[in-house]
């Protein structure tokens, strides 16, 4: 028995499909190799019109159809089930951003890993805050593209407890590869009790939703560490230098300068940074919200 019930099934596809591409690529090599030798130039010199054969030809157009329709059957029986989400399926949305899982319980609740019961269907329904992501759950042999703006979904009866491994394969940026989590399969007692433990989800500043909305913590950590640009933390009031229009200064970050950031980066560039990291903004954060992005970044010292 598998991680997952779908498991025996994408197996079962991969092992024809391997093993008829196996036997294609050992039989065409052999007969290849047999031509080269048996039919050089030393052999035969004078070159030989070999005239068309019937039989020949139409075993080679029939045989691989048949082998194509066959590996496509069972791809299919393989892949049809995945549509099909049982009615009693425990619905969990998935939040994809960069570069993190999010996973969203009934009534609120999230947890940067997926818990999920034994041997109960889930639902996954996916979503992105940013650019495309796709899920993957190697374990349990479940793929599927998590697309802003597009509704898609996945399922799985987890069959083994134990945890496992959630990658994203679609790459979405620089930290791509750390976009990782695992999935915790336990007894129905223990994720009841581990669900009912899980603090209800905390409302949050209206700036560092609208940070979070437009992928800004992606580049720009809220902790202090650094990612790929500055972090936020500390950041409002600090001096800076910067080169404008090919002259260095020091500025101090203002209401201002932020405002300069977000709808023109490349104007006032912090040393280090090369024109073009960061994209415009204008048309897409209001000044309305960047005003309370501004009033966020004043609280974290």
């Not at 029939?62 to 049982?86: C, D, E, H, K, Q």
């Not at 790929?228 to 970050?253: A, D």
């Amino acid at each position: 028995m598998g991680a997952s019930n779908f498991v025996e099934g994408v197996d079962l596809a991969f092992k024809i499909i391997f093993g008829i591409s196996l036997f294609f690529l050992v039989g065409i090599t052999t007969v290849m190799l047999y031509f080269v030798y048996r039919y050089n130039r030393k052999r035969h010199p004078q070159a030989v019109q070999i005239k068309d054969n019937n039989f020949l030809e139409f075993t080679w157009i029939t045989v691989p159809l048949i082998l194509v329709l066959l590996m496509f059957y069972y791809g299919y029986v393989a892949f049809s089930p995945m549509r099909n989400v049982p009615k009693d399926a425990i619905p969990i949305t998935v939040i994809g951003k960069m570069w993190v899982w999010t996973f969203e319980y009934e009534g609120g609740k999230q947890s940067p890993v997926l818990v999920v019961p034994l041997n109960k269907a889930v639902k996954l329904n996916l979503h992105s805050d940013d650019v495309i992501h796709s899920l993957y759950i190697p374990a349990f042999r479940i793929k599927e593209d998590v697309v802003p703006g597009k509704k898609n979904y996945m399922w799985f009866i987890a069959q083994q407890p134990g945890e496992y491994d959630v990658l994203c394969t679609v790459y979405c940026g620089l930290r791509h590869s750390y976009m990782e989590t695992k999935t915790r399969v336990v007894s129905e007692e223990e994720y009841a009790a581990w669900l009912k433990a899980l603090p209800e989800k905390s409302a949050e500043p209206d700036g560092l939703v609208i940070l979070k909305k437009n992928a800004c913590t992606g580049c720009h950590s809220i902790d202090g560490s650094k990612i790929v640009s500055t972090s936020f933390k500390g950041l409002y009031g600090k001096t800076e230098k910067v080169v404008t229009n090919g002259t260095e200064r020091s500025i101090t970050v203002d209401d201002e300068y932020i405002m300069t950031s977000v709808y023109d980066p490349d104007k006032d560039l912090v040393v280090g940074y090369p024109k073009g990291l960061m994209k415009t903004y204008r048309g897409i954060v209001t000044e309305d919200e960047m005003n309370k992005v501004i009033d966020y970044l004043k609280t974290i010292k």
